[in-house]
């Protein structure tokens, strides 16, 4: 994608495009004014970032990043994104990315950054949830400090399979002098005493139960989702610091959580998130930004417009539509044809749909 060929599809010339991505956009009040019109009130925030592909040396804050495709780190850019998944709907609504800066302090890292994101945009974020979801790679103890100190704001995140995690001690106290027992032996994750845990969820081939323990590397009290899955003879242990909310909310958040990856995943398909061709920090940030949020402008036609219907959201039928469209009224104009006759509506209803895969 460049301005180029946006202009020749488009109806402005190169140097319009490349001027209007240079301005700033407020995209976050934009996206938080969708999500506040379509969505439902049964709402989580997920973070997570995602690899782009960039070659050269002139890109800001061009570097090593991790890509979950190659399983390991390569040279381009990432973002840091924030969106909010609709759980009533199980779907996602992009709110904002930024692109991931290297810090010249040492002190500083990749977590800081990640944190000071939500906390720049705290009270926005709290009026739209209280939870904010993430993969393991968040499950920090200073994103965790950080959120709560700063945010007020409950993590939902994972641990490691061979996570440090204690029993805490529910029995009679002894008498006299000295502090109390505050724990009751270590978790073996492998294993678990179910006799301590309460089983909260039962879904397909999974059963999830659920306990508050101690966390050593969190340094804080925790509520898990022990999640065995019978299928594989495996095991997830998800966590909230939210040691209030039940087992089976932290595991229903946790899954609706991969909407994002749906939005990352649509956008590189189908709006060019990994294919802007400029070098500029600001075009960089309004293309990352308009990408995402134009899958989210899709969502709010084919999802909640008409939320009855059976079909399944197809981002890929959506920009068939749209490219049809283009070019219905590109040959309408040209031929000097009158859209309101009969037969030409019927037929151009017919051609809009040409192509789709749920046709």
């Known amino acids: 994608m460049n301005f180029l060929n946006m202009e020749r599809q488009g109806t402005y010339s190169e140097k319009s495009y490349r001027l209007h991505f240079e301005q700033s956009f407020d995209h976050f009040a934009f996206n938080k004014h969708l999500i506040a019109t379509y969505c439902s009130g049964n709402k989580i925030i997920a973070a997570d970032c995602s690899y782009i592909p960039k070659s050269g040396k002139e890109t800001p804050h061009i570097g090593k990043f991790w890509s979950g495709c190659a399983s390991k780190a390569l040279k381009g850019l990432e973002i840091s994104s924030l969106a909010v998944i609709d759980v009533d709907n199980n779907t996602g609504m992009h709110l904002e990315c930024k692109q991931t800066t290297e810090s010249s302090n040492d002190e500083e890292s990749r977590v800081d950054f990640y944190l000071q994101q939500v906390i720049d945009k705290k009270d926005e974020l709290k009026q739209l949830a209280d939870y904010i979801v993430a993969d393991g790679a968040y499950a920090k103890q200073k994103y965790v400090d950080g959120l709560l100190e700063k ?6 995140s994972k641990l490691r399979k061979d996570a440090d995690l204690t ?26 005493d179910k006799s301590r845990f309460e089983l909260c969820c039962i879904d397909e081939d999974s059963y999830v139960y659920t306990a508050v323990v101690r966390s050593k590397f969190l340094k804080r009290n925790i509520r898990i989702a022990y999640v065995e899955h019978r299928k594989n003879n495996s095991y997830s242990i998800l966590f909230s610091t939210d040691t209030k909310l039940g087992g089976d909310f932290i595991y229903r958040y946790y899954k609706a959580r991969f909407q994002i990856e749906f939005l990352f995943r649509d956008a590189k398909q189908y709006t060019g998130l990994n294919h802007c061709q400029a070098r500029s920090e600001n075009k960089l940030d309004f293309h990352f930004n308009a990408s995402l949020t134009a899958v989210s402008l899709s969502k709010t036609d084919s999802i909640f417009k008409e939320p009855l219907t059976e079909e399944v959201f197809s981002m890929c039928d959506i920009k068939t539509i749209n490219f049809n469209q283009l070019l219905l009224d590109r ?29």
């Open 151 to 156: 945010t007020e704001l409950h993590l939902i």
């Open 167 to 192: 029993y805490l001690y529910t029995g009679e106290m002894s008498k006299g002098r000295g502090r109390k027992k505050q724990y009751d032996g270590k978790m073996n994750c492998k294993q678990i």
């Open 331 to 359: 040959f309408i104009a040209i031929s000097e044809v009158d859209p309101s006759c009969n037969k030409i509506a019927e037929a151009y209803d017919e051609m809009l749909k040409f192509g789709r895969i749920a046709a």
